[in-house]
């Protein structure tokens, strides 16, 4: 501190004891401690580092001085004595010093969090950066069509090991036992001597790793801006290093991402290795095994003389089987008394039940096995028990409440006696459009152009695969019909990176789904081609750009605003789910507006036709993954009202539900099923996403009775007009700013390449033989919005009844 003096007595009395000091203590004492504090405050602002015991001492002295200065003659010479501050500003700057000390430790602590966060984020990016930076969705690699389980020799102590190690695992959580071993069978050893790197930070990976001997370090790799001679980086060490019973590698048993770091031997180390793909076997054969028992041994229940696999729709069965819960009872539990009401349905999984009479005596009428199952008729009304039923083991059995299956399905008998519709039928939401997407084939059919008669305009996104580009007709090829200013959107897709990928099939899908498709709020598909080199896919042209760059640019929505986009999205699922497709990667980046501000749903690179049953393919954004997807459990369009949910809260709020930097962390609380509500939010906004937020599928709304329908009869949606909405006649909440219709300022720009449709510029041979595509683009005579969505006038407000929608 220049200029700061350091009095040490009054210079009345050489041996006056100073009032802060004990008996004793001298003026020269003092004055020599004084001089050493002068020394030391000078050292510690030049560089010697502080420990917490300096800095409380000095926020002591702070203090002391401050209500000394409040209660004494600050003239007085007395008032300074044994202070190390000659005056307020003195006191001041200490403060200054301390301020600053304060921010470079916080700006330290922060540079160590980053770095820690990185070390199991697949993304390695900060706050800032990906609020805003779109988000990639993932997906699992390969295929478990071959799989084959592995059974590694290991010893009791290494199985132990290997067990308490993974139990509390968030991805092995909800194996049972049996799965559990089955998992331990398959970790393989994998031995590294001191030095070497078992994975390496960017390095794609597959599998998962336990400790059983030696020490692993942590490190991450980070550029050195102070390198003038090129780009350089760094290692450094973050984190405890790794240790027996440690664990590390969990995201690639999700999905194939980049390491996070790099992970290197400090010792000689054994480790045991669990590949991804046995992981997906193991526990999808377990899952699907134990859906198909529940789903054999609800047909076969008998209720008042029929047999509900006779009576009831395939989906409806699958329905209960999603509804029914685990339920454990030790040996000697009472699980349904005699004379008591019930409202529960029970399967035995494992053990034994006995079945006791009270006419009977003590002597068991039945004896209960896995696979029987007790209690149906409680799933048609209020049931008094006929009989006792108790555990002659331990038991785990499925269980499934009255209320849980008349959320899911309705009342029972009704479903018996053929008066309401089945849950699992699609006719209710596909046959309305029926006749518009046959129209709109007709006009597809109007007129054909050659694929070299495109002209290439702005790019407008690239992904993973190629990019989109604003396209239009050539001038002299437009035909008097048409609209000579009409524009398109096409997607080009590598054949040589999809086949790199293995996604083929993806490709395939997309395109089929997409053709099944014709709604106001779903962006409409034309036509796929291809030449040597890519796969195209003609599409409507969406000028109004993204939704995800609008809520950046605004930081969040008011409600009415991300009521109306939750609306358009909500009448995208009637037709979607309608026709058994769950779309899965729903999120702003996937929802365009058009040039006059209305929302549609893109990119169907990760839909799925359900035609029975379950999906099991991870795939979605990580802030918007469904519960069931992470756990590897199967899932159906549940998922979609689940992200839903999410959209609508990260819409309202401005970030999502479940947001931090590590995707693991992300998928922690999202398992937690916790959620913090925003003070802005309204009751009735809180009410419907923590609906659509339900864990468990079976009490998710959108996934119940009524599916979509349901979702719009809540009191967040009380007085909109759909009808309005449908017919794109209600006041869209922002207005794009749009030129003309090639204007793509609303998209951000990107290096342009030159487009050479239908010619071979590399020599590239790769061929998708099965995907059908014509050579030829087959181009309505004219797309306006209102001509596309509303062909011959027809509202679709008209044509489809929500009350009747039974399969969302």
Known sequence: MNGMRFPCSPKSSKGQVSPSMGAGASSHREAKGSTSAQKGIKMDFQGKPLDAS???????????????????????????RCFVFQSLEDAKEEIRRLRQLAKDALKKNDELERKCSMVSSGEGSTSSRRKKEARAAVMERGSDKDFAKITIPKTDQVRNLIYHSIKSNMLFRTCTEEEL?????????AKFNVGDTVIKQGDEGDVFFVVEEGKLDILVSKSDPSDESGPSSREIIVGVPYSPGSSFGELALMYGSPRAATIRAQTDCVLWCLHSKQFKGITRSHKQKREE??????????????????????????????????????????????????????IIESGTVDVFKTENGDEAVAHLTSGHFFGEKA???????????????????????????????GNLQDLISGEQAVAGSSNAAAEPTRHVDDDMKKLALSHRYDLSDLQAGRTLGI???????????????????????????????????IVDSGLQDHVINEKKIMEELNHPFILAFYCAMQDENQIYFLLEVLLGGELFRTLRCEGQFPESWSRFYAASVLLAFCQIHGKKIAYRDLKPENLVMDA????????????????????????????????????????????????????IYEMTAGTPPFYAEDPMEVYEKILSGHITIPAHFSRSI???????????????????????SSVMRQKWFSGFDWNS????????????????????????????????????????????????????????????????????????????????????
């Open 54 to 80: 300096d800095i409380r001492v000095r926020l002591l002295r702070l203090l002391v001085f401050f209500i000394d200065f409040k209660t004494h003659d600050t003239n007085s010479p007395f008032y300074f």
């Open 181 to 189: 071993h089955d998992l331990i069978d398959a970790f393989d050893t």
């Open 293 to 346: 028992i529940i789903v054999e041994t609800i047909r076969k229940v008998k209720i008042g003389g029929n047999v509900l696999g006779d009576v009831l729709h395939p989906d409806d069965i699958d329905a209960m089987a999603l509804a029914t819960e685990s339920d454990s009872f030790e040996k000697g539990t009472v699980i349904i008394r005699q004379g008591e009401s019930g409202d529960a349905f029970y």
């Open 379 to 409: 799933l048609i009304s209020e049931d008094v028990r006929q009989a006792t039923c108790i555990a002659s083991s331990d038991v785990k059995c499925l269980t499934l409440t009255r209320e849980d299956f008349v959320r899911m399905l």
């Open 463 to 497: 992904g993973a695969f190629g990019r989109v580009k604003i396209v239009k007709i050539k001038p002299g090829k437009v035909p008097k019909l048409g609209d000579p200013n009409q524009t398109y959107a096409l997607k080009c897709l590598s054949k040589r990176c």
């Open 596 to 647: 006059e501000g209305y929302l549609k749903v893109v990119d169907f690179g990760l839909a799925k036709k359900l035609e029975g049953g379950k999906t099991w393919t991870l795939c979605g954004t990580p802030d918007y993954l469904a519960p069931e997807v992470i756990l590897n459990e199967g899932h159906d369009w549940a998922v979609d009202y689940w992200a839903l949910g999410v959209l």
């Open 686 to 708: 809180t009410e419907l996403v923590k609906k659509l937020l339900k864990t468990y599928q079976s009490k998710r709304l959108g996934r119940t009775k009524g599916g979509a």
């Open 725 to 808: 909405l449908l017919e794109r006649k209600l006041e869209v909440p922002l207005k794009p700013k749009v030129k003309d219709c090639e204007d793509a300022s609303n998209f951000d720009e990107y290096p342009e390449e030159e487009e050479k449709f239908g010619v071979s510029t590399s020599g590239i041979q790769d061929k998708l033989e099965t995907l059908s595509c014509s050579q030829e683009i087959n181009l309505p005579l004219s797309m306006s919005t209102d001509n596309r969505s509303q062909p011959d006038g027809i509202l679709f407000s008209r044509i489809i009844a929500y009350e009747s929608l039974k399969f969302e």
